[in-house]
């Protein structure tokens, strides 16, 4: 999401040995999102992932997080904030922001951007070329929430080829071992058998539904049993004496 932001400038009196780096708990200093499809899109991709892999403890997965990666371990210089990103072998745990000099020089390993009028161009070109060049993320993908345009790339040799979608029109993410696919309307996770992978609302609501359908099937069975009973008594069969 960001664009480089306002440069610290250090005094030209001040050597190169007195220049204070900053800490790795740097804050994210990520501009608001560009609308609410955009808050809702980037929520539901990391609400799924987390609950998806609930048991594991060696990934990071985030959205609109500043990503530092400056050589020279500066705030002010080399940063970028993907919509969505997720981090592979490392601990899972709640960040302040993504600090590569403090995360064994770790960058993503899918990305996410989702496009919109104004940001599409530079999704597209100059960050495309950024994560490609720099982070040499292996999967990267960007959505529009309006069109549902989904496109992805692999990187292949250092350089990103295009991931052909399936018949579905869904992509596979090898990073992830999941595709990405369009479903009404959101970009959501899908299995290698291609299933819908739910959000928590959607399995309660699952779970209700089950139970509604197994309430109603008891009653239905009761009624049945009901009525036979009322077709025996009819014909002069006592239950209780048989």
């Given at each position: 999401m960001s664009e480089p932001a306002t440069i610290e400038f250090v005094s030209d009196d001040t050597s190169e040995d007195e220049v204070i780096f900053p800490p790795g708990d740097i804050f994210s200093d990520e501009p608001p999102l560009e609308s609410d499809l955009h808050r809702d899109q980037i929520d539901l991709l990391i609400r799924i992932l987390k609950l998806w892999w609930r048991q594991r403890q060696d990934f990071y997965a985030s959205g609109n997080l500043t990503i530092y990666y400056s050589p020279n371990q500066k705030k002010s210089e080399d940063f970028r904030g993907p919509d969505f990103f997720v981090v592979l072998g490392t601990q899972k745990k709640d960040r302040k922001s993504w600090v590569v000099w403090q995360e064994d020089g770790k960058y993503p390993n899918l990305i996410i951007e989702i496009l919109w009028n104004s940001t599409a161009a530079v999704d597209?070109?100059?960050?495309?070329?950024?994560?490609?060049?720099?982070?040499?993320?292996?999967?990267?993908?960007?959505?529009?929430?309006?069109?549902?345009?989904?496109?992805?790339?692999?990187?292949?040799?250092?350089?990103?080829?295009?991931?052909?979608?399936?018949?579905?029109?869904?992509?596979?993410?090898?990073?992830?071992?999941?595709?990405?696919?369009?479903?009404?309307?959101?970009?959501?996770?899908?299995?290698?058998?291609?299933?819908?992978?739910?959000?928590?609302?959607?399995?309660a609501q699952q779970a209700d539904e089950r139970a509604q359908q197994a309430e109603e099937r008891a009653q239905q069975a009761e009624q049945e049993i009901a009525r036979l009973r009322e077709v025996l008594r009819i014909q002069g069969i006592d239950l209780e004496n048989i």
């Open positions: 597209k070109g100059l960050k495309k070329q950024v994560y490609q060049d720099t982070f040499r993320t292996p999967d990267y993908f960007w959505f529009h929430p309006v069109t549902v345009e989904l496109q992805g790339f692999h990187l292949v040799d250092g350089k990103y080829q295009e991931i052909q979608p399936t018949t579905d029109g869904r992509l596979w993410s090898q990073q992830l071992e999941l595709y990405l696919g369009v479903y009404e309307n959101k970009l959501r996770f899908f299995t290698t058998e291609n299933q819908l992978i739910l959000s928590s609302e959607e399995l």
